[in-house]
């Protein structure tokens, strides 16, 4: 059964940072690329940043370029979202996925989100 568990959510003041995580299981986690999307009150879930397989490649959507960070672990069955100089319109639930390819980012599976608030 695959699961992907969120961590690291919360409440940041405007220019502070988080980190989240995602710990995978029920899945070869190796064997897929993973992305981070977020969704706001009133908006479309959109991609924010993925990563390939191997942590050789990534993307960032053109709004946190420069500000945030994927990474992952593949011996800890994990992937992370660093994430710097936060905005308050970086308010938005945050959702980790995984599939196959990279792109493009109809992601197979997902989980159930961690909650980012950023107070101005």
């Known amino acids: 059964q695959v699961q992907l568990v969120e961590s690291g959510g919360g409440l940041v003041q405007a220019g502070g940072s988080l980190r989240l995580s995602c710990a995978a299981s029920?899945?070869?986690?190796?064997?897929?690329?993973m992305g981070w999307f977020r969704q706001a009150p009133g908006k479309e879930r959109d991609i924010v940043a993925a990563i390939s397989r191997s942590g050789g490649d990534a993307y960032y959507s053109e709004f946190v370029k420069g500000r945030f960070t994927i990474s992952r672990d593949n011996a800890k069955n994990t992937v992370y979202l660093q994430m710097n100089s936060l905005k308050p319109e970086d308010t938005a639930v945050y959702y980790c996925?995984?599939?196959?390819?990279?792109?493009?980012?109809?992601?197979?599976?997902w989980g159930q989100g961690t909650q980012v608030t950023v107070s101005s």
């Open positions: 996925a995984a599939d196959k390819v990279m792109y493009p980012f109809n992601y197979d599976y």
């Open positions: 029920g899945f070869t986690f190796s064997s897929y690329a």
